[in-house]
């Protein structure tokens, strides 16, 4: 009798031992990682909400959600219960983009087996406009011949397109606009074409441009077309580096440092005398390329007196436009 018991806990005790033992964990499985949302007209916001389902026995945590370039959360669940479906909604400004894009967004959840999600947002931005060239840039000397940037704007469907006003943003930069004429139009357009003229002063200010041409037209939903600008007035003398800083030395000798002078415009021009403002800091020049490209050597007599000194190097030139440069020196003698 004692051996049937005993043989028959054995029994039970094995049968145990072979059954799987269920993992009380969350699981995570996305519905439809991927959403395609078709074709879209530029400027539109795509908006959509995926679905995370919780298969597991425990509750599923969202720790954070990330996205890609182009493409922001705007919410989502932390917590999803067993057996139940949460969202991660997401947003899409299709503003900056044209044609096919895909942008992603990246779920971190506490499911051990699949802790990051990778849902994607498709879609094929259409204009509802064209703008060729789609951006100006303007690279030129001060002083130099006007520069113009040239461009066609139409409707990318039937609807009539009218051009209202076109604004710049630098009082150097003229812009007009006209109806464009048979001749200019481009064949993959309509009929109706519109000439967007922008002209860069001589006189224009040397530094970087980076802006918009600001195009106002009729058309519901587009009646401001922006027109990237950019590029940089470079000055007729550069000098490399900016500025002469000797830094902290103690002098035994004549110590001297070097400056690269580059005339950028398309005329000659000489660098016809250099010199300092500072007792001590004598300035020479060095023709390297006639008329393009000189060296001034800025050497510190060794009976300079110690402590901080500051001034400037004034070099002047041959060019009506920048008849005078100067660089600050600095430095300190120990």
């Not at 909604?89 to 044609?99: A, S």
């Not at 600008?229 to 830094?247: H, K, L, N």
Request: one cysteine or more; aromatic letters at 6%.
């Amino acid at each position: 009798m004692l051996q049937t018991r005993l043989f028959s806990l054995a029994l039970v005790f094995l049968a145990l031992a072979g059954s799987p033992v269920v993992a009380q964990e969350a699981r995570a499985v996305p519905v439809a990682p991927i959403y395609d949302a078709g074709a879209v007209d530029k400027g539109e916001t795509i908006r959509h909400s995926f679905e995370i389902r919780n298969v597991g026995t425990e509750t599923l945590r969202i720790r954070d959600v990330s996205s890609s370039c182009g493409c922001a959360v705007a919410e989502f669940d932390r917590s999803i219960e067993p057996g139940k479906s949460g969202r991660v909604v997401t947003t899409v400004e299709t503003g900056d983009f044209r044609g096919p894009i895909a942008k992603a967004v990246t779920v971190f959840t506490d499911d051990t087996a699949n802790p990051r999600i990778k849902l994607v947002v498709k879609a094929d931005i259409r204009p509802k406009f064209e703008l060729q060239p789609v951006y100006a840039r303007f690279v030129v000397v001060v002083g130099e011949e006007h520069l113009t940037s040239e461009h066609l704007l139409w409707a990318s469907d039937a609807t009539p397109l009218e051009v209202t006003a076109v604004e710049s943003p630098y009082g150097f930069l003229g812009v007009s606009h006209r109806e464009a004429t048979a001749e200019e139009r481009r064949s993959e357009g309509p009929d109706k074409q519109w000439k967007i003229v922008l002209t860069l002063a001589d006189d224009a200010p040397v530094g970087p441009m980076a802006d918009y041409v600001r195009i106002r037209t009729n058309r519901p939903g587009s009646k401001l077309i922006n027109l990237p600008v950019s590029g940089f007035v470079r000055p007729v003398i550069a000098v490399r580096p900016r500025m002469a800083d000797f830094g902290r030395r103690e002098l035994d000798g004549p110590y001297s440092a070097f400056l690269e002078v580059e005339n950028l415009s398309s005329a000659t021009v000489d660098v016809t005398s250099a010199e300092t403002d500072i007792t001590g800091v004598v300035a020479d020049i060095e023709p390297i390329d006639g008329g393009k490209k000189f060296r001034v050597r800025l050497t510190l007599d060794p009976g300079m007196e110690k402590g901080l000194f500051s001034g400037k190097l004034r070099l002047e030139t041959s060019s009506r436009l920048q008849p005078v440069v100067e660089v600050d020196v600095t430095g300190t003698i120990l």
